[in-house]
């Protein structure tokens, strides 16, 4: 089955220490997402890449950091900088570089900062 | 700049009524058009999108919308819920400047009741 896998599904975080979140697909899209969920917020864009070994800021990347080595896989840091990170975190995937703008979503990783 | 306004953050209906979840979009410029649902503690699920072509677009499980660019909106129906169908839905616009990048509403929380 193609598809989007994040992990862990929960994750318990110390105040100070960076964490990583994991999120895979094996659908072959070229584009990549980083959303934020909280209550009554909607979703907003941490990072995004378009694009192996390039990725852009979304509109509240301070204090997350991420990577893009593989097609495949665009984990996202949690950075002890970021201030209040407790959320729900939901990866994406895309076919880019066409009019096809569908964003397939992951199951999402709920992080709480203990 | 894109914004999407979901005029309700919470519709109550009783099962086997109609219901209308209302979304409005501000752009410049031709758009494309989603709604996705999110059942609790999930990822986000593709209901229906809009590209181009026939404005009343139908989709997953017995849902409907329609896009009215004059009003510019994109609500979206169904003409009898179920049980199952309680859930957040979550309407989302991106045009062909943004990237792929997509601007999601706050969500609605329909409740669907016995």
């Known amino acids: 089955d193609g598809g989007i896998t994040q992990s862990p599904k929960y994750l318990f975080r110390k105040e100070g220490q960076n964490v990583t979140l994991s999120c895979e697909q094996n659908?072959?899209?070229?584009?990549m997402y980083w959303y934020r969920q909280d209550p009554g917020q909607g979703l907003r864009l941490i990072y995004y890449s378009q694009i192996v070994n390039d990725f852009q800021k979304g509109d509240i990347a301070e204090g997350y950091s991420v990577s893009r080595e593989k097609k495949e896989s665009f984990p996202l840091t949690v950075t002890s900088a970021q201030k209040n990170p407790t959320a729900f975190y939901l990866c994406?995937?895309?076919?880019?570089?066409?009019?096809?703008?569908?964003?397939?979503f992951g199951p999402g990783t709920r992080l709480t900062v203990l | 700049a894109q914004s999407v306004t979901q005029l309700d953050s919470q519709v109550p209906v009783f099962e086997e009524a109609p219901v209308e979840l209302r979304c409005n979009y501000s752009s410049s410029v031709s758009v494309y058009l989603f709604w996705y649902v999110q059942y609790p503690n999930q990822g986000l699920q593709l209901l229906l999108k809009?590209?181009?072509?026939?404005?009343l677009v139908k989709g997953i499980n017995g849902f409907e919308a329609e896009f009215n660019k004059s009003q510019t909106s994109f609500h979206l129906r169904k003409p009898s819920v179920h049980i199952s169908d309680t859930a957040e839905y979550f309407c989302a616009v991106s045009d062909r400047r943004s990237q792929g990048n997509l601007i999601f509403g706050k969500g609605t929380k329909l409740s669907v009741k016995p």
């Open positions: 659908l072959n899209h070229d584009a």
């Open positions: 994406a995937s895309s076919i880019a570089g066409t009019s096809e703008h569908t964003q397939y």
């Open positions: 809009y590209l181009s072509g026939s404005t």
